[in-house]
C-alpha cells in the first residue's frame, strides 16, 4: 500500500510513503481530548497512521514491533508552541535538528520556533530555510514570522507572503511592538492572512534594564528588578485592542497575577484571547535567584509565591489555555555572568515532567487536563493538525511513566546548550517513547 500524506497548509510538509512500520502499543492508559476516553486500549499503528484501537489486539504483519505500555500512560504527542531554535544564525546554541532532538526527547512532536534568529524570519527565503532543514529533523517544526520588519517595530511584514511561506502565526517575541496603532493594524491584518498574533508583552520603559522580578530578592541581590508593571500594562492594551478591533490575540509567556486577571476578566465579557505560560511560572519563585546563577534568569522573571499562586489557579479554572516551555538556549559562557547573561532556559525535554510533578501529581489537575493544555489548544490555536488519538489519526504519540522519578541532570539533555532551571532537582514522570508519523524516534534506554 502506498501513501502521501501533506500538511502543507500549515507550513509543515511530510511524505509518508510504503509501508513505514507496524507497531502495536499494547496495554497502554490512553488519554485522548479530542475523543473523550481515557482507560487502556490497543493501540494498531501501520504507514504512519492509526489503524484500530480496542481490547486484546493482535497484528499479522510479523515484521510488527509489539510495544508493552503496561504501567505507561499514552497521550497524543506535545505541542510546544514557543521555541527558540536559533537556527539561523545561533546555531552554536542550538539548531533545528538538535532542537527536535530534545523535543522529541520531552515527548514534544511539534513546536513552532520564534522569529528572533539572525536573519529575523521576515521573509519567504527564511522560512525556506526553515522548512527545508526542518525536513531532516525529528520533531514536525512550524515557523513564526515577525509581526514588523527586523522586529524592528517600524513597518508590517507581508503576512500573506509569510503565510505562503509556510508561517503558522507572526510576533516578535523577545521584545515587544511598542506601537499601539501597529499592533491594532498587525492583528488585523494578520487575521485576514490567517496568522495568529502572539504577544510579547513588556514595556521596555518599566523594564528600564531590570534583570529580575522586582522585589524583595532584587534589593537583596542589589540588582535593577523588572516591574511587573511592565508585562501587566501591555496585556492590558493588547486585550483593549483585541476588543476594539474584534480580532483575536495570543498572550505569551504570562508570569504575573495582574496578568492573569486582566485575562480572565476580558476572555469573560467575550474579547478573543488565548494565553500561556511555562512550567517554571507555577513551579519556582524568584528565591532561586539568590544563588546567583543566570540559569533561573528568563523574560518575564521568576516571580513571587502570589504569582505562583494565581499562575497556577488559571491553569485550573481555564483562564490559562496552554503550557508551553519558551525554551530558549544560551552558552553556558554566555550563562556565566549573572548580571550580564541573557535571559532564557531550556525545556522541552523537563515541560511534560515538571507539569504532570508541579500539577498532576499535587491533585491539581488531571491527566486529561494536562492533554487539553499541551498536545490540543496550541494546535487548536496555531490551526495545525494532530492532537488526537482516534482512528485515521496521525500517529503523533508520547508514552511516558507517569511515576518514575528521575533528576535532571544538565549534561544528559539533548539540546546543545545546557541551561535549565530544573537541574539538580528530582521529577516525577518520564517519557518512554516518543512517535512521529508512525515512527518511533526517541527510545528511553
Known sequence: MFFIVKEERHGFCAELRGAIMTILLKNGHVVDYVNGFEGKKDILIKDGFIRALGDNLECDDKNARVVDCNGLTVIPGICDMHVHLRDPGQTYKEDIITGCEAAVAGGVTALACMPNT???????????????????????????????????GKELCDYDELKAAGCVAVSDDGRPVESANMMAQAMVKAHYAGLKVISHCEDLEIIDGGIINKGKISQQLGVKGMSRL????????????????????????????????TIRGNTHIGVMCTCETAPHYFMMTDEKLLSRDADYRMNPPLREEDDVMAITAAITDGTIDCIVTDHAPHSAEEKADFEKAPNGVVGMETSLAATLTGLYHTGTISLMHIVRLMCVNPRKILGIEGGSLGIGDIADIAIFDADESWTVDP???????????????????????????????????
Not at 492590558?236 to 508570569?255: F, K, N
Not at 521529577?427 to 512517535?435: E, M, Q
Open 230 to 261: 511592565s508585562e501587566d500594562i501591555i496585556t492590558a492594551r493588547e486585550l483593549a485592542i483585541a476588543q476594539d478591533t474584534q480580532m483575536p490575540i495570543h498572550i505569551a509567556h504570562v508570569s504575573t497575577k495582574g496578568s492573569v486577571n
Open 411 to 445: 549534561e544528559k539533555l539533548h539540546s546543545k546548550s545546557k541551561n535549565t532551571c530544573f537541574k539538580g532537582m528530582t521529577l516525577k514522570g518520564r517519557v518512554k517513547y516518543t512517535l512521529v508519523n508512525g515512527k518511533i524516534v526517541y527510545e528511553d534506554k
Open 118 to 152: 539572525k536573519p529575523p524570519v521576515d521573509n519567504k527565503e527564511t522560512v525556506k530555510y526553515i522548512l527545508d532543514k526542518a525536513k531532516k529533523a525529528k520533531a514536525k517544526v512550524y515557523p513564526v514570522g515577525c509581526i514588523t520588519k527586523g522586529m524592528q
